[in-house]
């Protein structure tokens, strides 16, 4: 059981915009900035988005994050089949005093 | 380019120990400014974060492993260690070092090893 909420899929066809949700708590998301990773089958995790709303050099600018309250949100759009990955939120959490993670999106690109 | 790299058994028998290191290069962990970090994720599952070491030798564990979990530093090879305790099937996992990196916002994670698979199996 993940501390983070993510929903375990999300789809869409190329050319859309699709959003991979994530829901937290006043000690992790609610005081603190999200990070979301793509993970490619059998490859590790890659920074994709940082501190809610950063991107990392290299990375499209179909990517981008908000934050809202206990909430954040990745979005992409013009889906391109590349995309198709699993995307994982992290924040750190001032009580347990540790990271933590979504149980991961899966995106499929139709 | 910064790059890390997991070594270790990839069978270990309970109850033993899970020892794993980190080997990084392009970066120097004496430097400070980063915390070196281990994380994991069970086959087909999410994250889950093991804990991190500062090259001062200062570690934050996750409360749930915090009984099992130590991390240590090796300024002079380069290195850091993870130690897992009493292990059983549960911990069977790929396991990834990284670095966490820190600015004016907050901090992430921008650079990962390969991951080790660990197989925890009498």
């Known amino acids: 059981q993940s501390v983070l909420t993510q929903p375990p899929s999300a789809s869409g066809t190329p050319g859309q915009r699709v959003t991979v949700s994530c829901s937290g708590g006043s000690s992790n998301i609610g005081r603190n900035t999200v990070n979301w990773y793509q993970q490619l089958p059998g490859a590790a995790p890659r920074i994709v988005m940082y501190?809610?709303?950063k991107r990392p050099s290299g990375v499209p600018d179909r990517f981008s994050g908000s934050q809202s309250g206990t909430s954040a949100s990745l979005a992409i759009s013009g889906l391109q089949p590349e995309d198709e990955a699993e995307y994982h939120c992290?924040?750190?959490?001032?009580?347990?005093?540790?990271?933590?993670f979504g149980g991961g999106t899966k995106l499929t690109v139709l | 380019q910064v790059q890390l790299q997991e070594s270790g058994p990839g069978l270990v028998k309970p109850p033993q120990t899970l020892s794993l290191t980190c080997t990084v290069s392009?970066?120097?962990?004496?430097?400070?400014?980063?915390?070196w970090s281990w994380i994991r994720q069970h086959p087909g599952k999410g994250l889950e974060w093991i804990g991190h070491?500062?090259?001062?030798?200062?570690?934050t564990y996750n409360p749930s492993l915090k009984s099992r979990v130590t991390i240590s530093v090796d300024t002079s090879k380069n290195q850091f260690s993870l130690n897992l305790s009493s292990v059983t099937a549960a911990d069977t996992a790929v396991y990834y070092c990284?670095?966490?990196?820190?600015?004016?916002?907050?901090?992430?994670?921008?650079?990962w090893g390969q991951g080790k698979l660990v197989t925890v199996s009498s």
């Open positions: 070491i500062y090259y001062s030798g200062s570690t």
């Open positions: 501190n809610y709303n």
């Open positions: 990284a670095r966490e990196d820190i600015d004016e916002s907050g901090s992430f994670y921008a650079h």
């Open positions: 992290a924040a750190w959490d001032d009580s347990l005093n540790a990271w933590v």
């Open positions: 392009g970066a120097s962990i004496s430097r400070g400014g980063y915390y």
